[in-house]
Structure formats: structure tokens, C-alpha cells
């Protein structure tokens, strides 16, 4: 797998992870954390837990497989990205207009709310 690729993945589980960690087991999690977070390599997370690197690629998999499936129901992700987007584009517009600054600072405040 090619770096960008795997940056990309990357990316995307840790987007994952931070919509849907509450949903999974306190094992999944932690693997997940050292694993896409602290970049631990497996033998890494293997030697933390004393078990085998072939054990923690298979939580890991199992981890990832098991987010795809909660967000291909719920859409949080997608939904996020999506809203984010029109918030920036409706964001420019008003700033290409030099419209009122209080239609920025709504912006801002929906902006904001999905960062708490």
C-alpha cells in the first residue's frame, strides 16, 4: 500500500473512531488507539499485551470492519463531511458578498458544534 493510501486510511479510521469509539468494545478501542493514533507497530501492541502480532491484526481488522459497518448504517461521516462542505462554500459565498459579518459568526457557531 502506497503512503498516501495508507495516510488516507489512516485519516479515515481516525474519523471513524471519533464518531463511533463508544460503540465498541474497550479492547477494540485501545488497539485502535495505539495502532492508528500512537502509530504502535503490531508487534509493538503485541509485545504490550503479550499476545500474538497475528491476535492484534485480527482485533484491528475486525475493529475497522465493525466501524465501516456502524457508519455505513448511520452515516455520521459522510454526514459530517457533507455539512462541513456547504458550511465552507455557503461561507465563501458570503465572504465573496462582503455580506453581514453576523451570517459568518452563524457559520462559525454551527461550525463549532460538531468540534465540542
Known amino acids: ?6 495516510l488516507e486510511k489512516t485519516n479515515r479510521i481516525n474519523l471513524l473512531f471519533d464518531f463511533y469509539q463508544n460503540l465498541l468494545t474497550e479492547k477494540q478501542q485501545t488497539y485502535l488507539k495505539f495502532y ?6 503490531l508487534g509493538e501492541i503485541a ?5 500474538s502480532r497475528q491476535a492484534i491484526y485480527e482485533h484491528i481488522k475486525r475493529a475497522e470492519h465493525v466501524l465501516e459497518q456502524y457508519e455505513n448504517k448511520l452515516h455520521l461521516v ?3 463531511i ?3 462542505e456547504l458550511l465552507n462554500q455557503l461561507n465563501d459565498h458570503i465572504m465573496d458578498l462582503k ?3 453576523q451570517m459568518t ?9 460538531d468540534e465540542i
Open 47 to 51: 509485545e504490550q499485551f503479550q499476545i
Open 78 to 80: 459522510a454526514n459530517f
Open 82 to 84: 457533507d455539512r462541513n
Open 99 to 101: 455580506e453581514n459579518k
Open 36 to 41: 492508528f493514533q500512537d502509530d504502535y507497530s
Open 105 to 113: 459568526n452563524i457559520i462559525n457557531k454551527i461550525k463549532s458544534i
Open 1 to 6: 500500500m502506497s503512503a498516501d493510501k495508507m
